[in-house]
């Protein structure tokens, strides 16, 4: 079976264990299905998820007129303390900032390798714990906007870090901790504008399973725009990376506008 596609994230399915689904343009590849079978992946070039444009991609699959100009990659995303769509103050479009920004956000602890801190779009439940690799997530508060969850994001990271390492999260090699236990060591540091809206009747820990039959123990990075081509046996999903059974893993996520052919052998 051979596809041509651009590349996009996978689109995930929390069941017993994690479902990925590829899109491939007509059709979605459902990623489980595939383990154990071989994979040959080819790199044919560029195409903007903004503009359609075959430009050389900047970063998260825009190329780089669109990562500047365009109102989903403002600055507010990757830092929710910068966003002002509350306040009523453009970024790029106000309009387009203030349905995404004055929605209910989560602040969250997750178990990836380590406890982090993390913010997401209440919609985005569980989505960005599995794009993340988390094995564990537990909610903290939920807020009305994406400012009150960047501030909340900000005073946590003190005491907890907000970074997953992604090498041990590949290797499986994940710390053991109570989730619950560390929310109500966190719950003090909570700013003032922010602890009404702290859960405290949610003490739910969502765990997650994912579909890898053999982990990686010493980590290679397959970047397509260097090696140009790969074949290998898929080994397992997990976070937006896939695992070979020679310890390459490829990030489907950090190639979002790759065009490539995929053949399943």
């Not at 994940?174 to 700013?191: C, N, Q, S, T």
Request: glycine share 4%; aromatic share 10%; charged share 30%.
């Amino acid at each position: 079976m051979q596809y041509q596609t651009v590349l996009k994230k996978m689109m995930t399915e929390l069941n017993k264990v994690v479902h990925y689904y590829l899109d491939v343009e007509t059709d979605f590849l459902n990623m489980n299905q595939l383990l154990d079978r071989e994979i040959e992946i080819s790199f044919e070039g560029y195409q903007c998820l903004n503009c359609g444009k075959e430009k050389k991609i900047f970063r998260q699959g825009f190329c780089y007129d669109c990562f500047y100009e365009s109102a989903s990659v403002g600055d507010w995303v990757m830092k929710p303390e910068l966003s002002k769509a509350h306040l009523g103050i453009e970024d790029r479009d106000l309009e387009f900032e203030k349905n995404v920004q004055l929605k209910p956000h989560i602040v969250y602890l997750a178990l990836s390798s380590n406890v982090k801190v993390g913010v997401t779009r209440k919609t985005q439940v569980p989505t960005r714990w599995i794009d993340q690799g988390a094995t564990k997530a537990i909610e903290i508060v939920e807020v009305p906007n994406r400012y009150l969850a960047g501030i909340t994001e900000v005073a946590l990271k003190d005491y907890v870090a907000d970074k997953t390492s992604w090498q041990k999260m590949l290797k499986n090699e994940v710390l053991d901790a109570d989730l619950f236990e560390e929310r109500e060591k966190l719950k003090k540091y909570i700013p003032a504008e922010a602890q009404p809206y702290f859960l405290a009747n949610n003490g739910k820990v969502t765990e997650i399973e994912y579909p890898v039959l053999q982990y990686p123990k010493k980590i290679k990075t397959l970047n397509l725009e260097k090696s140009q081509h790969y074949v290998g046996k898929l080994k397992g999903v997990k976070g937006q990376y896939l695992i070979f059974e020679d310890n390459t893993v490829f990030n489907v996520r950090n190639s979002e506008g790759y065009k490539v052919i995929i053949n399943i052998k």
